[in-house]
C-alpha cells in the first residue's frame, strides 16, 4: 500500500506532528509506502512530490510550518481538475490519500472521495471554527501566545494609564478572541458573531479607569461596530497614498481615543499567532490525529475524518466538517459579562 | 446569602482562576457575600477566616498558588471534626460552601453534604486522574512544563550521545508522564499503571543508539520495574547515612548505566510542574469552573461538583468524583508504541 | 536617614527589582527609612507619597510595572516646580531622593541637585540608548519577547511564501531592532540611525524568494526610507476619516507588495515589549542597580548614578546621561550585512 | 582558503549560531571554503568530516547542541596525536582551524598553535568561568532556565510551606546558582567557592518560616558544606545496592529535614539547562563571536580567541584562555547578603 499525504490552506502549530504520527504508525505498524505531495492540492495536481518516509519525519514534532509546504491552490476551480488529480494518483501508484487542512482542503477531499478516490481527512483550523471536532490542534498553541501578550500589556497599561488594544486573529469565529481575552483578564473582548457597540465598549473603558485601572480590550480581527458606528470616507487612501483599510484594532484605538479622550495603543499580533513550536495539547491531539487517520486508512473507512470528541478520536463523515461554521454561542459569550468593565 | 470557599490539598496552577470566577460572578450577578477560609478544611475547623471580595481577587488570575492556602487538615480524621465545622459555618453565618481539591478534599464535602451542609464542590488534581471530568485544571500547565524540559533534552542527548531520564510526576496515574512524552517525543515512557520491563527499556536505548541518535526516557514518580528487577539492599540508607529512597528516576538512570554500559544523566522536574503561572488552557477551564460552581450554588444543586465534557461544564455528584480513579487505559498506553525505542 | 525614592518615565521590566534592591539594602544594612514618592516627579511635586519598607517590596521582583507608579511629569517645566519639590522634601525630611529614570527624569535629577537637593540616579531606558552605561535593565527582555516573536514568523514565512514585516520599538536609536533581528535570523533590519532605500529592501526580498524562502523584515519605529521614498498625501487622513500616519512597519509591508508583487502582512508588538516579567538578565542588573545606589547614597556620593561598565556597576556624574544619546554605529550595523537578503 | 571547524565539550547554547556566523561571513566576505570537523578534536584526529557550507548553516540559529557534533577526545592524550592532527590537517588541505570550546579544547588548540597550526579560538563554557572573557554564550540561556524553574517554586513553597532546594550547573564557579538565585529572588543561595555553614543555612531557613514564607535554597551542583557537617558512611552504596553518591541538593533537603523538622523538596535540573534554543542575549554574543573568529582569521591572527569586554568583541591570546578560571569573588557573592533569610 502506497499512501499520499498533503497540507493545505493556512499554517498551524501541529501539522508536522500529525505527518509523523501517520509515517511512523503507516511504516512500523501496517508496512505502508508514503509518498509526500508538496504544497497542498497543488502536489496531486501538478505532480509535485516528495519522499515521505521515516528519516523525513525525524525531530520534526515541535517544528511549525510544514516539511509538505502548503497553499490554497484548489482542484476543484481547474479545468479538468479531478481528472489531472486522479491520474496523477495513479501514475504514482498512490492507493489512499490522507488531506489535512480546513474547510476548502476537506472540501476538496469529500468531492475527490464521491469521484472514487480513497481520502482520510484530517481537520486543521488555527480558529477552531469547526463543527465536527471539539478542538483543532493549532488553536491552543494561538490562544497561549496571545494570553502571554495579554498578560505583559497589564502592568503597562496600569503604569501608563493608557487604553491598550490588542487585535488578535479570528475572521468569522472569536474564538481566540475569547479563550486568550478569558484566559488574559481582559476588560473588553469583542468577536466577529456580534457586532460591538462602542458605546458599551467606552463606558466598560470608563468603568476601568474610575476604579483607577486601564482596561485591555481584546479584538478579533473580523469583529465588526454597529452599523453606521464606523465611518469609511469615501477616499479610503492612507496617509502615504496607498489604497487600505486600517485593521479594527488600529481603528478601535482611535475611536476610543476620540470619544472617551484617553490615550491608546494597539498591538498586532499577526502571523506570530500561527507559527513556531506547537504547544504540548496541541502536539498531542495532532500526534494523535495522525495515528487515528492512519487507522481509518488501514481499516478501509474513507470519506471520513477523523475528530475530538471529549478525549476520544472519532471518525465523522468528511462531508460534515464543511456542513457547519462552529462559532461563538450567545450564551457562551454572555457566561463572562461579569468580568467586562 | 454568603458563600464560604476554600482551597484544599497540593499547589495547583489554575486554583486563583477558580476563586475569581467564583467571587465575581457571584458578587456581580447574584449579590452574595463571600468569606474565605484559610489552609482548606483547617479554615472551617479552627473557624481561620480571612475576607474575600472583588478587591481580594484583583490581579490573581495569572498567579500560581492560592490566596486562601492549603493544608491536608482533614476534619473526618479529628475528633467531633464535622460538628465542628458545622458549628463554625453556623457562626459565621455561612449558608453554603464551595470546596475545591482532590479526592480528600472532596471526600470530606461528599460527608458534610450528607451531613446536611450545602457543599458545591471544585475538582483539582495536577495528576488528571479523576474519573467524572475529561480534564482538571493545572494538568496542561504540568505537561506544558515537562514538555519544555524534553525539548531542552533532546539536543544535548545527541550532543553527548548520553541517556537522559526525566522524572515527573504522577504517583498513580501516568497521565503527565504519557502527555509529556508523546509531546516532546520521548523515546521510552514509564507508568505506573503498568510495571515495565527493564530488558525492554535496555532493548529500546540500544536501538536508538543504532541509529546514532540517544534516548529520552520519560518515567513518573510512580512507575516500578517487574517484581525483582529492583534490588533493594537490607540496609536502606543512602551514602550520607540518612534512611532514604532514591526516586525511581536516579534508579533507572544507574541501571540503565548498568546494563548498557551507557551514561545516564537524570532530570527531576518536582515541585516546578505545580507551581507558577497557569497555561491558558488551565485559566480558561478554571474560570469556568468558578463560574459554574457559583451556579450550582444559585440552583442550590448542592452535593454536585462541576466537571468538562468534551466543551461543556456539567454537574456531576459529588461521590462520583471519589468512587474512581482514572488511570492510563493500557489501550491508549499502547496507542504510542511505534514511538518508542 | 530618610530615603525617597520614584520612578519616571515610560514602562520598563525592571524598575520593581531596582526598588527592591534599594529598600533592602538600605533598611538592612544601613538602616535607612524610605519613603516612596507616587507617578514620577509628580510624587515630589504634588507631595504624593506612599509607604515604602520591607513589606510592600516583598514578591515584587518578577512583576513587571512599577510599585509607584509613573508620569511624564516634569517639575522644570512646572512655575515654582524646582522650589515645590524642594519644600515637599523638607517637608517630608527627605535627606536624600533615588530617581530611576530616562534622559528625562534623570535631567530633573541633575538640575535639582545643582540646586543642593541630594540625589542618586537610576537609568532606566527600553532602548538601551544611554551612553553612559553598557546597558540599561528591561532591554534584554524586550529584545527576548522580539525575538521569540521572529522566531514563530520564520515558519509561517515559509509556509506562506510571504513577506513578515515586525515592527518592533526605537524611536531614535535601532538597538531592540538590531538585537532582535540578528538572535532571530531576520533577513532585512532597518534602523533609525540609517535611512533605508527601499530598492535595496526590495532586492534583499527578491534575493531571499529566488532561493526559494520568505524574507522576514524587522523594523524599528523610527525607520525612514530615503528622502522621496514616501509620498505623503496632503490629505493625511486615514480610511475612516481619523487624523492619523500608519505606522512604518504597515507602510513597508504594502510599499514592498507594491513594488515587488509578493503578499506582505504586518505584526506590530508594541506595548508587550515594554511589559511583563523581566529577563534574569535584567533582574540581576536591575537589582544591582538597586544596591550600589543606595550605596551612593551611604557614600554621600550625590549627582552620580549608576552605569554598567563590564560586569562592574560604577558611578557616573549624573550629567553624562543626558549628554549623548547612544545610537548604533554604523560599523556594528556594517557587521551585520552578510545575514542580509 | 579552506578553514576547518570543529566544537569541543559539553553542550551549550550557541554554538550552531557561532558556527552559522563564521560560515556566513567566510564564505560571503571572504570567499573561504570551509569543512566541518565532527565530534571536536576527534574528527581531526581521525579525519572524521562533514560538509560545512551556506546550505548546512541554514536554520541552525535558534537550534540547541551542534551540528558538528561533540567530544571530550583529547589528541594531546593520544599516542601520536598532534602529529596525527597535523597530518589530516595537510591531507584535507586545511589552511586554519577554529576552534570553539572550553578550557581543554581550547587548552589543545594553544598547544597545535605552538606546533605551527594556524588556530582561532571561540570560548564556550556554560558556567562562565572563562577568566578572558565578561560572558559566555549558554550561561545567559541556563541561568534564564533556572530563573524560570525558582520563580514557579515560589508559590508551592508558600502553598506547601515546605523547603525547596533546586540544585543547578556549576561544579567549580557559582556564577549559574548566584544570578539565578538573585534573579528567582531565593532564600539562600550556596556556591562552590565557599564552603557553607549548615547553622547558617538552618537559621535563614528558619528566619523565613517566622515571617510566614517558605524558604527557596538555590544549590550548585559543586557547593559543599564546612568540613565535618557532611557524614559519609563507609558503605557508599545507595538503598538499591549501587555505588553513588546522592547530589548535594538531595542531600541538602534531608539534611534541612532532620535539622528543623521542616518538609524539604528537592529540583535537579540537571541537562535542560544546557539543551535548546538559545536565549537573545547568547545568540546575538555567539553570532558576533563566530563573525570576529573568522575576521581574525583573515588577519592571521593565530593563536588568539575572541572574547567580550563590555559590549567589544576583541582578541586576547589563546594561552590566557586557560590560565585561571573566573569565580565568583566574595566581594561579589557577599553584595547579596541582605536577601538571605
Not at 488529480?85 to 487542512?101: M, T
Not at 471539539?134 to 490562544?143: E, Q
Not at 486568550?180 to 463606558?203: K, T
Not at 499580533?269 to 488501514?298: E, Y
Request: aromatic share 8%; proline share 4%.
Amino acid at each position: 500500500m502506497r499512501i499520499g499525504v498533503l497540507t493545505g490552506g493556512g499554517d498551524c502549530p501541529g501539522l508536522n506532528a500529525v505527518i509523523r504520527g501517520i509515517v511512523r504508525k503507516g511504516t512500523q505498524l501496517y508496512d505502508y509506502d508514503f509518498l509526500g505531495f508538496r504544497d497542498g492540492w497543488r502536489g496531486p495536481l501538478e505532480a509535485a512530490t516528495t519522499p515521505l518516509g521515516i528519516p523525513e519525519v525525524r525531530g520534526i514534532l515541535p517544528l511549525g510550518g510544514t516539511i509538505l509546504g502548503s497553499s490554497r491552490t484548489n482542484p476543484l476551480k481547474v479545468v479538468d481538475g479531478i481528472r489531472r488529480v486522479k491520474e496523477n494518483l495513479d501514475k504514482y501508484e498512490v492507493d489512499a490519500l490522507i488531506a489535512i487542512g480546513g474547510e476548502d482542503t476537506l472540501g476538496v477531499a469529500a468531492t475527490l472521495h464521491e469521484h472514487g478516490v480513497n481520502v482520510v481527512g484530517v481537520p486543521k483550523t488555527i480558529d477552531n471554527d469547526l463543527n465536527a471536532t471539539d478542538y483543532t490542534f493549532g488553536f491552543d498553541t494561538a490562544v497561549n501566545i496571545a494570553t502571554e501578550a495579554i498578560d505583559r500589556l497589564h502592568t503597562t497599561a496600569e503604569s501608563h494609564k493608557r487604553v491598550l488594544v490588542i487585535e488578535v486573529m479570528g475572521r468569522h469565529a472569536g474564538w481566540i478572541a475569547l479563550h486568550s481575552g478569558i484566559a488574559g483578564g481582559a476588560n473588553v473582548i469583542l468577536i466577529p458573531e456580534q457586532r460591538f457597540d462602542m458605546d458599551r465598549v467606552c463606558a466598560w473603558v470608563e468603568q476601568r479607569f474610575r476604579i483607577n485601572y486601564a482596561p485591555i480590550v481584546v479584538v478579533a480581527e473580523g469583529a465588526m461596530p454597529l452599523e453606521g458606528q464606523m465611518m469609511v470616507k469615501d477616499d479610503s487612501r492612507d496617509a502615504f497614498g496607498h489604497v487600505r483599510l486600517a485593521g479594527i484594532g488600529e481603528w478601535l484605538a482611535h475611536e476610543i481615543e476620540a470619544r472617551t479622550g484617553k490615550e491608546a495603543r494597539t498591538t498586532v499580533l499577526g502571523h506570530i499567532q500561527r507559527g513556531g513550536t506547537p504547544s504540548a495539547f496541541d502536539r498531542w491531539l495532532a500526534t494523535r490525529f495522525g495515528l487515528h487517520a492512519v487507522d481509518a486508512v488501514h481499516d478501509e473507512d474513507f470519506g471520513t475524518m477523523v475528530a475530538l470528541r471529549g478525549t476520544d478520536i472519532v471518525r465523522v463523515p468528511l462531508a460534515e466538517a464543511t456542513v457547519r461554521i462552529k462559532t461563538v454561542d450567545p450564551a457562551l459569550y454572555a457566561e463572562f459579562d461579569v468580568f467586562f468593565g
